[in-house]
T-cell receptor, first 112, second 112 residues
Framework: QKEVEQDPGPLSVPEGAIVSLNCTYS??????FMWYRQYSRKGPELLMY????GNKEDGRFTAQVDKSSKYISLFIRDSQPSDSATYLC????????????FGTGTRLKVLA | KAGVTQTPRYLIKTRGQQVTLSCSPI?????VSWYQQTPGQGLQFLFE???????NKGNFPGRFSGRQFSNSRSEMNVSTLELGDSALYLC???????????FGPGTRLTVT
């Protein structure tokens, strides 16, 4: 079993839709959770960074962490064609499991 | 502030050859991490350097090596190239060991 699981998609939605992207993980030592966006032929770009459980909002993006369920989500409101990209979750632990691990990414297509 | 830069952006090599990739981190960042990205495996951590010392290492064979210079610039070397080494190689810089990662555009290596 992989430490981080992420549905590869592709996920196709109409412009203006609310998008929900998710990752599950198995290691309870993870405490820092990130979402990256990667456009084709580019490097990943950091979108959101959260520590421990709870929600964090930045413009149209909301990151949610549920440590009890080992489940993280990224919501995109009013999705735009320019949001079409691959979204990678990432997480990091501290004591014992001090490493950085990425999901394989979900490909999102927002249709105009 | 300038971002992470990587050179070259594209490389084509023949099986058995060796290759050196270069990464310049964001100014002030002292940690440089290297990742291999392939469609099937996603982002795989290679190693991390901080203050010219390797601090973390992933599960790659010894053909993959790296180093960091006093100005924090880093190089990655792959010897005896195999077809399976074809991938996007990403460099990420951060302020501290396993800190928030900021990625460069990557070097796309094709081994024929």
């Amino acid at each position: 079993q992989k430490e981080v699981e992420q549905d590869p998609g592709p996920l196709s939605v109409p412009e203006g839709a609310i998008v929900s992207l998710n990752c599950t993980y198995s290691n309870s030592a993870f405490q820092y959770f990130m979402w990256y966006r990667q456009y084709s032929r580019k490097g990943p770009e950091l979108l959101m960074y959260t520590y421990s459980s709870g929600n964090k909002e930045d413009g149209r993006f909301t990151a949610q962490v549920d440590k009890s369920s080992k489940y993280i989500s990224l919501f995109i409101r009013d999705s735009q064609p320019s949001d079409s990209a691959t979204y990678l979750c990432a997480m990091k632990g501290t004591s014992g499991t001090y490493k950085y691990i990425f999901g394989t990414g979900t490909r999102l297509k927002v249709l105009a | 502030k300038a971002g992470v830069t990587q050179t070259p952006r594209y490389l084509i090599k023949t099986r058995g050859q060796q290759v050196t990739l270069s990464c310049s981190p964001i100014s002030g960042h002292r940690s440089v991490s290297w990742y291999q990205q392939t469609p099937g495996q996603g982002l795989q951590f290679l190693f991390e350097y901080f203050s010219e010392t390797q601090r973390n290492k992933g599960n790659f064979p010894g053909r993959f090596s790296g180093r960091q210079f006093s100005n924090s610039r880093s190089e990655m070397n792959v010897s005896t190239l195999e077809l399976g080494d074809s991938a996007l190689y990403l460099c990420a810089s951060s302020l501290e060991v396993l800190g928030t990662q900021y990625f460069g555009p990557g070097t796309r290596l094709t081994v024929t």
